[in-house]
Nanobody, 115 residues
């Protein structure tokens, strides 16, 4: 079954850190760039990180640059999002994504930044 499954979300205080994981199955993981997106209530889904197939290049929007780090392990078919210095505006459902003939999304994991 072709799927992405995220985990690692939760409640964290401002200034804290979380690491999200996304495990892939059913496709040749190492051949595809991977993405993390997020969506807050009433807002459009936005890209927060992209990583190339080998992991040698990454892209971030200014809103998370310097605080978020995307990485991947092609042996474990897993992509990660390390988030630090979290702020309340980072509260959202986080999704991993790959375009494998179609736009493939996981079910999402909730991240809530609140004191």
């Amino acid at each position: 079954q072709v799927q992405l499954v995220e985990s690692g979300g939760g409640l964290v205080q401002p200034g804290g850190s979380l690491r999200l994981s996304c495990v892939a199955s059913g496709f040749a993981f190492s051949r595809y760039p991977l993405y993390w997106y997020r969506q807050s209530p009433g807002k459009r889904r936005e890209l927060v990180a992209k990583i190339t197939t080998t992991g040698d290049s990454t892209i971030y929007p200014n809103s998370v640059k310097g605080r978020f780090t995307i990485s991947r392990d092609n042996f474990k078919d897993t992509v990660y999002l390390q988030m630090s210095s979290l702020i309340p505006e980072d509260t959202a459902v986080y999704y991993c994504n790959a375009v494998v003939g179609r736009n493939l999304w996981g079910q999402g994991t909730q991240v809530t930044v609140s004191s």
